[in-house]
């Protein structure tokens, strides 16, 4: 059975992404020219949209990684709570973080995380989402560059997964409702 067979619609295709992105490289590029940028990718989601993105970007820039947890134990929903669990490597005194995120929902764990890195003394801190979804949104926040605003349906691929299954996926698609709903 193939990943394809679970997937009810295709949202985003390959080339769709391929594209956007690079945008999103060229006015990044543009927007940090002569600044210290720091990508930073919040895994394990965006690890495939930082790859990509930072082969747009046309700049001098670093990059590091985060693990981070809004924790609520076994449920699916968030408790509002922010566990980093792997914290940056670099400094940030003085740079122009840019948080890389796969998909900006309720908007809660940025919300926390967000001031946690000003607290730093960074030169400023924004955020890129490959994708938005505004209709879940708990929290006034709002990502500073968006690849795509999506539906309220459960996406995976492009780095999205359930059950760590479905990041490989070249494009970003709808799972079935009966793939999640078997595992009750």
């Known amino acids: 059975m193939s990943m394809q067979d679970d997937i009810k619609a295709v949202l985003v295709t390959e080339q769709q992404l ?17 600044k210290d940028l720091l990508m930073v990718s919040i895994l394990k989601g965006a690890v495939v949209f930082m790859a990509d993105l930072m082969r747009e970007v046309t700049i001098p820039a670093s990059i590091d990684f985060m693990v981070v947890s809004s924790y609520g134990g ?30 900006m929902d309720t908007g809660v764990t940025l919300s926390h995380l967000v001031p946690m890195l000003q607290m730093r003394n960074p030169e400023s801190v924004r955020i ?5 979804k505004p209709s879940r949104r708990k929290v006034e926040l709002q990502p500073d560059y968006v690849g795509f605003q999506v539906p309220d349906e459960f996406v995976v691929g492009y780095g999205l997964d359930y059950d760590e299954k479905y990041r490989n996926l070249p494009y970003v698609g709808v799972l079935k409702p009966e793939v999640y709903s078997q595992k009750a």
């Open 18 to 34: 391929k594209q956007r992105v690079a945008e999103l490289g060229a006015e990044i590029s543009k927007d940090y020219a002569g």
């Open 74 to 103: 076994a449920n699916t929903t968030t408790t509002g709570l922010v566990k980093i669990i792997k914290d940056l490597d670099a400094d940030l005194s003085g740079k122009d973080v840019l948080i890389v995120e796969d998909i």
């Open 128 to 132: 890129c989402a490959v994708l938005d």
